[in-house]
Every structure is written in C-alpha cells, then in structure tokens.
C-alpha cells in the first residue's frame, strides 16, 4: 500500500516537472502560449502576438459595432499547482457606447474582492506608478479584472509605448506584468 501511494505521489511530481518544463524555443511554456494564441487567431511562432491585434463585430440587435484591441503581455506568470502557466492579456473594447479596459489571465485567479473589488499599480514608460482600482467581472469570473478609470487609463496607454501593471493574485501575491504598449491605434 505504501510502495504505491509512494509510486502515484512520484509519477504526480513528475508530471507536474514535466508540465513545467515543456518550452518551446523562446522559453516559453508551449501550453500557455499557445493557448493564448488561439485566443487570438495567430500564430504562437510569430512577433503578431505581442502586438495590438483589432477586432470589430456587429451587434445583432442593435445594428451597432463592438470594437476590440488585444494585446498579450511576453510575461509569463508562473503559477503553482493546479494551474498552468499564463500570458495575461489586455483588452479594450467599446461595445454599446461603453467602453472597458480588461486585464485577463487563462490560468490563475485575480485576488478580488466581491465589496471593494481591487487595486493594480500602473506604470508607464519611466513615469512614477499610479494605483488604479478595478472591479471584478459581473459573473463572478476571477481570471478578470476592469480598471474603473477608463478614460484615464486609456489617454495613458495612447501616449506611452511600455507599460508595467502590478496585479496582486489570490495564493500567489504580488506579480508585475509588461507590455509593449508601442502603435496602439484606438479612436473609438
């Protein structure tokens, strides 16, 4: 009895290892990259995922467009057991005259809280890092977060090319995020 509890913890670690350890060329882990990269619609071997990607669809009911910016961070958040590594992605979309500025993770959970929601620390480029606080998703989702000052953060990401968001995770604490925020073309 012992003899195989013994052989099912070995052959879990060694799974885990081994999850952790496939990488593509970059370093990267291949699941989550390529996972974000369907997302998308691009490639995981081409520069397109760390670029602004646009989208545009229309809604049925109201005959009105929905616009869309993506853009991938080449951060990898590293994140223990049961999740697998991620890419966050940030996203701007105007959709029925609103407009949101999201940060989403696919592995990990965003510490929120229901009442108060959360704070992320942006900087862009060298100027000095400013609190921004966010809201949870209205579903309950805990891989989002919406930063609350849209306007504010979207004139800021119009006028910097870098930008680096501090985000704190639940289990995992505080982790720093980049981007290349460079060619954004937004006027929505």
């Known amino acids: 009895m012992k003899k195989s509890i ?13 999850c952790k350890n496939s990488s593509s060329t970059n ?3 291949d699941t989550a990259l390529a996972d974000t990269a369907a997302l998308l619609g691009v490639e995981t ?9 646009y989208s545009e669809d229309e809604d049925k009911i109201t005959s009105k467009k929905t616009y869309i910016a993506h853009l991938v961070s080449p951060t990898e958040l590293n994140f223990d ?19 949101d500025v999201i940060i989403r993770v696919s592995e990990g959970q965003f510490k929120v ?10 900087r862009f480029d ?17 891989e989002v ?23 704190e995770f639940y289990s995992e604490g505080l ?14």
Request: hydrophobic residues 35%.
């Open 6 to 18: 013994l052989t099912l913890i070995a052959s879990l670690l060694l799974f885990v290892y081994s």
């Open 27 to 29: 370093g990267l882990t």
């Open 45 to 53: 071997t081409t520069d397109e995922l760390y670029k602004w990607s």
């Open 81 to 99: 057991f049961p999740y697998r590594d991620a890419y966050p992605m940030l996203t701007i979309r105007k959709k029925r005259g609103e407009t």
């Open 113 to 122: 809280s229901s009442m108060d929601g959360t704070k992320i620390k942006a």
């Open 126 to 142: 060298k100027e000095v890092a400013e609190t921004y606080s966010c809201s949870g998703a209205s579903d309950g989702s805990s």
């Open 145 to 167: 977060i919406f930063i609350n000052n849209v306007t504010r953060f979207v004139k800021n990401l119009k006028a910097h090319k870098k930008l680096i968001i501090e985000a």
């Open 175 to 188: 982790k720093q995020i980049e981007y290349d925020i460079s060619d954004l073309k937004w006027n929505h």
